[in-house]
């Protein structure tokens, strides 16, 4: 059974960094994309960044140039390096991770998507 779980969120002040990391469990596989999401209080849920196998790197702009992900894909970790937090980046984290499985003689590709449990992180003003 496939698990995700999360790690390093916390409270910090305005301005702080933080430093999150997902680590999966159960797979005989590497994901092809890695992604973090999150949800701040009363809001939707959110792409803050994603990394693909190739390495290709995806940002909400609001965290481009203060949010750096990263992944070590053979042992299917993903990180989200935070700096130069803001009040408005409090939020519970979620990792999220895809694996693409072809099926079929119509090599029809299935999505598995996979979740975390969510870590908090906090940013007071």
């Known amino acids: 059974q496939v698990q995700l779980v999360e790690s390093g969120g916390g409270s910090v002040q305005a301005g702080g960094s933080l430093r999150l990391s997902c680590a999966a469990s159960g797979t005989t596989f590497s994901f092809n994309t890695m992604r973090w999401y999150r949800q701040p209080p009363g809001k939707q849920r959110e792409l803050v960044a994603a990394?693909?196998?190739?390495?290709?790197?995806q940002y909400a702009d609001s965290v481009k140039g203060r949010f750096t992900i990263s992944r070590n894909g053979a042992e299917n970790i993903v990180y989200l390096q935070m700096n130069s937090l803001k009040p408005e980046d409090t939020a519970v984290y979620y990792c999220?991770?895809?694996?693409?499985?072809?099926?079929?003689?119509?090599?029809?590709?299935?999505?598995?998507?996979?979740w975390g449990q969510g870590t908090q992180v906090t940013v007071s003003s």
């Open positions: 999220n991770a895809v694996r693409a499985v072809v099926v079929g003689p119509s090599a029809r590709v299935e999505s598995h998507d996979y």
């Open positions: 990394v693909g196998s190739s390495r290709y790197r």
